[in-house]
């Protein structure tokens, strides 16, 4: 048994009465109870997938996070969440869809009303949600960029307000991303002293992970200082080959930062390869007015012309490491698991004309996976003590990433028992307790007297991912039995035990 705590193994049982632990150790069970032998296997806390972007499919039940123990997700990362819906609501969808997978029908007006829609429908996990900042921008002044009015930026600290008030665990920021990439240092201070009266957490993806990694650090730790507010850097890395270096540089500014007592952590996924949307690319003035906006300046020859000098410049990879995953039409759906550079071949163009000419063609809805880290800097982030180990995972109409299928079991098969860069009681701390004190998730996340029965008992000696970037909708293995407030999800009724 490994509690979650960081603590050393230890034999022993736990006892569920309800949606509850009731003993932990050594007891003598309740004559009626029903015994589950777990002799060879590992008892630990159900899982906590600290950085999701399921915002949709919890609602929906899939069984992709169940099937790696996980019984709580976090989501509303990245400065996309499903609420605050704008009066136009499909500026939303324009926004988020890429990340959520979603149709045009969706969206709540306010916390309240979706995490209401989580307790009446989620059965499979345990959900958290963070408030993000596109979303409450674009409810607050549409897909207009640049600096705030005070009195829109005061309505937006109104609404954020509100939303921590109504259950909101956190609040997000996506950097990268249009209209979040136009937000200034005044707004964002603003913001995270609201969530800094709350107590509560601000999860940043900054504005860089290439080659403004360092100043990208420096000014979420400023923030955190100025604001006093709780600090998560989400997916931590320094990507590109030529950037790989500055990864160490990050770590010591963020330790520093610590020991002078700033609340700061970070989040990291267990791959080499990260996945987002293909306008990740573009320069973010391209993407004002949202989608239609991006596809007429891209129909501009004069613009387009622009768009892909600066594409190129700022472009940090080699072509032949983005892969498209998915598209919106059939036309281009063979394109799917081809890198950028091969179709430039085949299309007889440069790769950045690849690029804008799918980005019109597929009216902007194109995934992409991208090879970014090396492997030295994947194990200085993944064994880090202050690192949560999170999927980072989001639904797609063609290939997922294969962290979708099987974050959890590799960290525990390839990292930990094949690669020994972690052992397991370091490791369920990563994925348990740690996430659920730094996101204030009360009586979720050990193996303790009076905490929910959440509970995943793994095989610590098979425990693995064959998900794959080429084939990644594999379910792992090892998992053998996921209980969430008490009821079993795994295995399913008439399911055997492997």
């Known amino acids: 048994?490994?509690?979650?705590?960081?603590?050393?193994?230890?034999?022993?049982?736990?006892?569920?009465?309800?949606?509850?632990?009731?003993?932990?150790?050594?007891?003598?069970?309740?004559?009626?109870?029903?015994?589950?032998?777990?002799?060879?296997?590992?008892?630990?806390?159900?899982?906590?997938?600290?950085?999701?972007?399921?915002?949709?499919?919890?609602?929906?039940?899939?069984?992709?996070?169940?099937?790696?123990?996980?019984?709580?997700?976090?989501?509303?990362?990245?400065g996309f969440s499903a609420y605050p819906t704008p009066r136009v609501r499909k500026l939303l969808h324009h926004f988020a869809n890429g990340i959520f997978c979603g149709s045009d029908d969706w969206g709540w007006g306010s916390a309240r009303d979706y995490l209401l829609a989580v307790r009446r429908s989620a059965r499979s996990t345990n959900v958290v949600s963070l408030l993000g900042h596109g979303a409450l921008r674009l409810a607050e002044v549409g897909y207009e960029m640049g600096p705030l009015s005070p009195e829109d930026l005061k309505s937006m600290a109104g609404r954020l307000d509100e939303s921590l008030s109504?259950?909101?665990?956190?609040?997000?920021?996506?950097?990268?991303y249009a209209p979040g990439s136009c937000a200034s240092q005044g707004e964002l201070e603003q913001l995270c002293r609201v969530v800094a009266r709350h107590g509560k957490i601000y999860a940043t993806h900054m504005r860089s992970y290439t080659s403004e990694l360092l100043p990208a650090i420096d000014e979420q730790l400023e923030l955190a200082r100025r604001s006093g507010c709780k600090l998560e850097i989400s997916h931590l890395q320094a990507a590109g080959?030529?950037?790989?270096?500055?990864?160490?540089?990050?770590?010591?500014?963020?330790?520093?930062?610590?020991?002078?007592?700033?609340?700061?952590?970070?989040?990291?996924?267990?791959?080499?390869?990260?996945?987002?949307?293909?306008?990740?690319?573009?320069?973010?003035?391209?993407?004002?007015?949202?989608?239609?906006?991006m596809l007429t300046r891209l129909s501009s020859a004069a613009n387009r012309a622009?768009?892909?000098?600066?594409?190129?410049?700022?472009?940090?990879?080699?072509?032949?490491?983005?892969?498209?995953?998915?598209?919106?039409f059939p036309k281009n759906s063979g394109l799917e698991g081809q890198n950028i550079a091969t179709i430039a071949q085949a299309r007889g163009c440069d790769p950045v004309e690849v690029v804008l000419d799918l980005l019109l063609e597929e009216q902007g809805a194109v995934q992409i996976i991208s090879f970014n880290q090396s492997d030295e800097n994947l194990k200085q982030t993944l064994t880090h003590p202050l690192s949560i180990v999170v999927s980072d995972g989001f639904y797609v109409k063609g290939q997922p990433h294969p962290r979708l299928y099987g974050t959890f079991p590799l960290l525990l098969g390839k990292m930990c028992r094949e690669r020994g860069w972690l052992n397991l009681t370091e490791a369920i701390y990563k994925i348990t307790d740690f996430p659920a004190r730094r996101f204030g998730i009360s009586r979720r996340g050990r193996l303790e007297r009076g905490y929910f029965a959440d509970i995943t008992v793994f095989d610590a000696d098979t425990i693995t991912s064959d998900a794959t970037y080429s084939n990644p909708k594999v379910p792992p293995v090892g998992i053998k039995y996921v209980y969430l407030n008490g009821q079993q999800l795994l295995p399913t009724a008439g399911a055997a035990v492997a």
């Not at 049982?13 to 949606?19: E, S």
């Not at 989040?267 to 906006?293: F, H, I």
């Not at 700022?314 to 498209?324: E, G, K």
């Open 1 to 78: 048994m490994i509690d979650g705590t960081g603590s050393r193994p230890s034999a022993g049982g736990v006892l569920v009465i309800g949606d509850t632990i009731a003993e932990v150790g050594h007891f003598s069970p309740p004559r009626q109870a029903r015994i589950i032998d777990c002799t060879g296997l590992v008892v630990a806390p159900g899982f906590i997938d600290a950085h999701s972007h399921s915002d949709l499919e919890v609602l929906e039940n899939r069984t992709e996070k169940v099937q790696q123990g996980v019984t709580t997700e976090i989501v509303g990362n990245c």
């Open 166 to 176: 109504l259950g909101a665990s956190g609040f997000s920021t996506g950097l990268m």
């Open 241 to 293: 080959r030529q950037n790989w270096t500055k990864q160490s540089m990050a770590l010591e500014k963020i330790e520093r930062a610590r020991s002078d007592g700033v609340d700061v952590a970070f989040d990291c996924y267990p791959y080499t390869a990260g996945s987002t949307v293909l306008t990740q690319l573009l320069p973010q003035w391209v993407l004002e007015g949202g989608t239609q906006g």
């Open 306 to 328: 622009r768009i892909a000098a600066e594409t190129s410049s700022f472009h940090q990879d080699r072509w032949s490491d983005i892969y498209i995953t998915s598209v919106a």
